[in-house]
């Protein structure tokens, strides 16, 4: 039987594994954490994940990423957006490539804009 902190530690050991590594293709990465985040991949429930997985609080956090508790909480509400420069400071904060947040940090001010339009990274 698994408890909740083994499926959580299962799914933070995927999720770091794509994130780190990804796929043979963007597609099947982006499809493989859409699945472990539980729906369409985005910036903010990527950092969620990652926070929850790591059984952090989100001042601990915050702090982790260089910015205030309060920053951190309207990231993860989806209240505030990411521009690239800050996507790819994050990645480094938390030891994983930029090119995941960088295009997460795009597809999310695309689709604030209101432009039905899909980011690929190379």
């Given at each position: 039987m698994s408890t909740n902190r083994s499926a959580g530690a299962k799914k933070k050991k995927n999720?770091?594994?794509?994130?780190?590594?990804?796929?043979?293709?963007?597609?099947?990465?982006?499809?493989?954490?859409?699945?472990?985040?539980?729906?369409?991949?985005?910036?903010?429930?990527?950092?969620?994940?990652?926070?929850?997985?790591?059984?952090?609080?989100?001042?601990?956090?915050?702090?982790?990423?260089?910015?205030?508790?309060?920053?951190?909480?309207?990231?993860e509400k989806g209240r505030r957006q990411i521009n690239v420069e800050k996507a790819a400071e994050f990645a480094d904060n938390l030891g994983y490539p930029c090119a995941y947040f960088v295009k997460l940090a795009l597809q999310s001010l695309i689709e604030h804009a209101g432009l039905d339009l899909r980011v690929e990274v190379a």
């Open positions: 999720l770091s594994y794509f994130l780190r590594h990804g796929t043979k293709t963007n597609a099947e990465t982006t499809s493989a954490l859409d699945k472990l985040t539980g729906g369409p991949l985005t910036l903010a429930n990527v950092i969620l994940s990652l926070r929850i997985c790591d059984e952090m609080s989100q001042v601990d956090f915050a702090k982790l990423l260089g910015i205030s508790r309060q920053q951190l909480c309207d990231i």
